[in-house]
Every structure is written in C-alpha cells, then in structure tokens.
C-alpha cells in the first residue's frame, strides 16, 4: 500500500469532517485499504452459522443472542412432548429468523463501512458496535466455566442442566427488556 497521508491532509479541514480522497482514487478504493473494513460477502457467508456474521462485524451482543435463539429452536423442535402445528410454526420461524440473520449481516456489514467512509446519514438509526465489554456476557461465561469446571473436577453431576436451560432463556429476554427500557429512558432524558 503506498503512503497516502501526505495527500490526505487538505488546509482548514477539522479532524470531524470526512476523509480527504487523495486524486486519483474513489472513496470506495481508499475504503478497501482501510484495515477495519468489513467484507460483506464475507459477513453473508459466515452468517450460515447463526451470529457468527454479526461477531465478525462487531455486533457480538446480537451475534450471541442470535445463536442462543436458533440453539434453543433447535432443541424446541428435537423435543417430543409438542404438538405437530407448534413444531410446523416453530420450523417456519426458525428458518425466517435464520434468514433474517443472513441477510441482518449483509445489510450490517455495509453500513458499518458507509460509516467509515464518512457517510454520516448511511446509518438510518443503527449505531455502530461498541468497543467495551459486556458485563452480562462476562457473568454468563464466568458462570458457564465454573458449571463446566466444577464437572470435570470435582465429578458434580450437571443432569440438573437439562431441565433448567430454558431458564437462560428467561433471564435473557428480562435482561433485554429493562435495557430496552432504560434505553428509552435515556433517550426521554435528553
């Protein structure tokens, strides 16, 4: 890659406005050289394993949260004790919802790069990832390690883990719900 900063600075520009495009390359071209863009062939391709498109941008709240919903899908429809018509329904929103995803990392990826190309509107109300952590996902790996570690330790049976797992799943839909509220409640504050 060649040296384009000496041609990037343009006299009275503030640091907030858009990259300068040196002459004689497009936007688009500078773009791809830009190590934190986003490929979204890439995304759509690797969105065939549910979230896994999302991670790969930086959405890895969304990315988890959709690998939790197609996991417990999946294991809705293995189980027996549902009526056929649920199963049918539960069969067509998963495949829906797997699509979505598909198409969610897509659309995802490029807006992420219209953003770092300088598109300030391209974003149509979506927020660019986060780089802090989140405190909900580093409780539940601490949790989910020490279940895993006090088995192969100490011997401790985990059976108890097949009834209760759809308990996970409660707790996570409380904990999106008041962080939707306090969203909104935040957003009602300014």
């Known amino acids: 890659m060649?040296?384009?900063?000496e041609n990037t600075q343009e006299p009275g520009r503030s640091p907030s406005q858009p990259p300068y495009v040196p002459l004689g390359m497009t936007r688009r071209e500078m773009l791809r050289h830009d190590p934190r863009y986003k490929s979204p062939v890439l995304a759509t391709l690797m969105s065939i394993v549910p979230g896994l498109g999302q991670i790969y941008i930086g959405y890895y709240q969304q990315g988890f949260i959709n690998v939790i919903v197609i996991a417990g899908l999946i294991s809705l429809l293995a189980y027996y004790g549902?009526?056929?018509y649920f199963k049918t329904f539960l069969a067509f929103f998963m495949a829906f919802y797997w699509l979505y995803n598909i198409v969610d990392a897509h659309r995802k990826s490029i807006f992420y790069n219209?953003?770092?190309?300088?598109?300030?509107?391209?974003?149509?109300g979506e927020q660019l990832p986060g780089t802090r952590g989140s405190l909900a996902g580093a409780l539940l790996m601490i949790v989910a390690g020490g279940i895993a570690l006090?088995?192969?330790?100490?011997d401790l049976p985990i059976d108890w883990i097949e009834r209760w797992w759809p308990m996970a799943?409660?707790?996570?839909?409380i904990y999106l719900l008041?962080?939707?509220?306090?969203?909104?409640?935040?957003?009602?504050n300014r």
């Open 178 to 188: 008041f962080q939707s509220l306090a969203n909104k409640k935040r957003a009602g």
């Open 82 to 84: 549902i009526s056929p």
């Open 114 to 124: 219209q953003a770092l190309a300088g598109s300030g509107d391209a974003l149509d």
């Open 2 to 5: 060649e040296n384009v900063s």
């Open 150 to 154: 006090s088995h192969t330790l100490f």
């Open 169 to 173: 799943l409660i707790l996570m839909g």
